[in-house]
């Protein structure tokens, strides 16, 4: 086994498309940063990126950087974590991210240059992150997210950013997805048990379970989260009129409207949802299901690269949306 070994697995749709045509270059640049004993996974499908992780960990890699998006890293986060933890302990994550939304990037603060992120990647400091651990309870199946979980109106969001035009880049294409949505999506009533309180019911417009602060796109749907805390931060959207919705569309891309009365926000380690309504949910921008679902935080899971410091003023430095393409 060899603990020396860096593997690197690319996924060239990330991004619409991005990823794939700056990937002779960055897999030169990644040869150059760690050295000849590398190797390189190319996804093709879906699944993939989660297989690879996987078969990396058993061959002995302890450091895998990961080419793509949210949905990239979600998979190989997957992947890692199907296996028993004796596998799992010793092994880090470094993003190179070039996909649509750059959730996690951006709330883990890692800067949107190529080259500033191979940095972050070969540098030795990482940070032990907190998983999301899924549970779906009406079958019996365990997923796990990074950066953000999604019910409701964002579940749709993502359903149709994955269906639409991903190339033009991750805020304009999460703002296409989400303007229709809020004059057409219906308030269903949901029942929400947070923690151990007793369970309570309301119409909600969506519901998003934040690891981190910011979701693709640049939204900062849960500003207070932190990738470490050991907590989840639950932003509930109460039931909301088309044009309250639109109102308050601003002040979610800012943060500001978890001061408002239209919205509330808790920070727990798990949150049961069900509904009487068909719910879709996704998490890191990946299709999972629909509810019911249990959701609780799994700490200090799984390290990853990250830039130095790490205090909660330098996390949002990932500004761009749209991953600079070296060499082309």
Request: charged share 15%; with cysteine; net charge neutral.
């Amino acid at each position: 086994m060899n603990t020396d070994h860096c593997s690197i697995i690319a996924n060239p749709a990330a991004g619409g498309g991005r990823t794939g045509r700056m990937l002779g270059v960055l897999k030169g640049l990644l040869h150059t940063s760690f050295g000849s004993d590398t190797s390189v996974s190319v996804t093709g499908k879906a699944g993939d990126a989660w297989e690879s992780a996987r078969q990396a960990v058993l061959d002995g890699s302890r450091r895998i950087v990961i080419i793509g998006g949210d949905g990239t890293i979600h998979e190989c986060v997957n992947g890692i974590h199907s296996l028993p933890p004796v596998f799992t302990q010793n092994v880090t994550l470094a993003i190179i991210s070039t996909g649509t939304g750059c959730g996690l990037a951006r709330s883990l603060g890692i800067p949107s240059a190529i080259e500033d992120q191979i940095v972050v990647a070969r540098e030795s400091h990482t940070r032990a992150l907190d998983l999301g651990r899924l549970n779906f309870t009406n079958k019996p199946r365990v997923r796990f997210f990074v950066n953000e979980c999604q019910v409701g109106i964002g579940a749709e969001v993502v359903r149709r950013t994955r269906m639409g035009k991903k190339a033009l880049g991750g805020s304009l294409a999460y703002t296409l997805a989400t303007l229709p949505l809020l004059f057409t999506y219906p308030n269903p009533v949901v029942e929400l048990m947070l923690d151990d309180s007793a369970p309570f019911s309301l119409p909600v417009t969506g519901i998003s379970i934040g690891n981190g602060a910011i979701t693709g796109g640049g939204m900062h749907l849960t500003p207070h989260a932190l990738l470490d805390d050991g907590l989840i931060d639950v932003l509930v959207m109460k039931g909301q009129s088309p044009l309250r919705r639109a109102a308050s569309f601003a002040r979610v891309r800012s943060g500001s409207h978890v001061q408002s009365s239209r919205f509330a926000y808790h920070q727990v380690r798990s949150i049961r949802i069900s509904s009487q309504s068909e719910l879709l949910l996704a998490a890191d921008g990946e299709m999972l299901g629909s509810l019911p679902a249990t959701i609780e935080v799994y700490p200090n899971a799984i390290h990853v690269h990250c830039p130095v410091p790490h205090r909660r003023e330098n996390l949002h430095e990932h500004t761009s949306g749209k991953t600079e393409e070296i060499g082309i």
